[in-house]
């Protein structure tokens, strides 16, 4: 990104947002919905602000941001979104906080390196909407998951199913896959409205272990593999691509994925994975040639996640379905 005159930062809570100028250290808060935003943008006028001059950092909150974020590519305003942890490793040993303060420091992250910070560009609105759907759908299966495993504990200390502690959880459970089933239609219906999306979704589900419900996380989460320039970077987002572990002669450890991911993507991920090993038979030798060789289960299964993410970008780069020129191979 070019460097701009003004920095903003902005540090987003459900019902209001602090914003700071790094340069003046004027502070405003403002609520969270338009009538806020409409007074930020009088504020930025009133220090001879306009859209060309600043860029707004703030740090990714979910949904907080949503509407903020559609007003900002309305009126023209360039914004970043950041790591929260990029921004607590920064600023080193600090003392104190609020919002005012988080603020402050948000503008300071972003005057210092917003040489490297790329403006965030405006989604489809098919991505858009399903982006929103999908949270939605995994809103309701964790929900699902966690009534299941209550029902399971009612029926092993002897319940029946028409017992009414345990009726009334099945019967959600029932309504739950109903409207999770109606979501997945919703879902299908968005792809199809948009080509690119519906490309990109058709090449996905062509590489064994991956199906709908990667595919679609995979689309969201790379923007329709815009937000990542290769399948190294985004394996780097989901905690899978492993990092050396050395210092000088002394130091030699193995090496290692960091904890610091996308853990939802990661989890999705290794059940396609594991899926993967059932039905790919290139696959499934590898894994069993690997365990064999008393090599750990979990480093060969990550090893696989990121040839089905290699898979990915490879197949969206070609544009073809991934094809399987299966040759037994002769493992080292």
């Given amino acids: 990104m070019e460097n701009v005159l003004k920095i903003v930062g902005a540090d987003l809570s459900k019902k209001s947002i602090d914003l700071a100028i790094h340069a003046t250290q004027e502070h405003l808060r403002i609520e969270n919905n338009t009538e806020g935003f409409k007074k930020m943008v009088h504020w930025l006028k009133y220090n001879k602000l306009d859209p060309s001059q600043v860029t707004i ?36 040993l600090t003392r104190g906080k609020s919002d005012k303060m988080d603020a402050a420091r948000i503008a300071k992250f972003g005057f210092e390196k917003q040489g490297r910070l790329k403006a965030e560009t405006p989604v489809s609105q098919a991505l858009q909407a399903l982006k929103l759907l999908n949270t939605s759908r ?39 896959d109903k409207q999770i089933e109606r979501l997945d239609k919703e879902i299908r219906t968005v792809i199809q409205k948009e080509e690119k999306i519906e490309k990109s979704y058709t090449l996905l589900n062509s590489i064994k272990g991956v199906g709908p419900v990667v595919a679609t996380n995979t689309i969201i989460k790379t923007n329709n593999f815009e937000r990542f320039a290769n399948a190294r970077k985004f394996a780097c987002y989901c905690g899978i691509a492993p990092f050396e572990n050395t210092s000088g002669t002394s ?3 193995r090496t290692r994925v960091n904890h610091m991911a996308d853990k939802g993507m990661k989890t999705i991920l290794d059940l396609a994975a594991k899926s993967a090993i059932g039905c790919d038979k290139e696959l499934k030798e590898f894994y069993q040639k690997r365990v064999d060789q008393g090599k750990s289960k979990m ?21 073809t379905p991934f094809e399987q020129n299966y040759f037994k191979p002769t493992w080292n």
């Fill in 57 to 92: 950092v703030m740090e990714h909150t979910g949904l907080y941001s949503y509407c903020l974020e559609e007003f900002l590519h309305q009126k023209g305003y360039r914004f970043n979104k950041v790591n929260p942890l990029d921004i607590k490793f920064s600023i080193g």
């Fill in 138 to 176: 995994e809103n309701l299966v964790r929900t699902r998951a966690g009534l299941k495993t209550s029902i399971e504990e009612f029926r092993n200390i002897g319940l029946k199913d028409s017992n009414t502690a345990l009726h009334s959880q099945l019967q959600i459970v029932s309504q739950l």
């Fill in 251 to 253: 130091v030699r450890g």
């Fill in 299 to 319: 480093s060969t299964i990550n090893i696989i996640r990121n040839k089905i993410v290699g898979r990915m970008f490879a197949v969206i780069k070609r544009q």
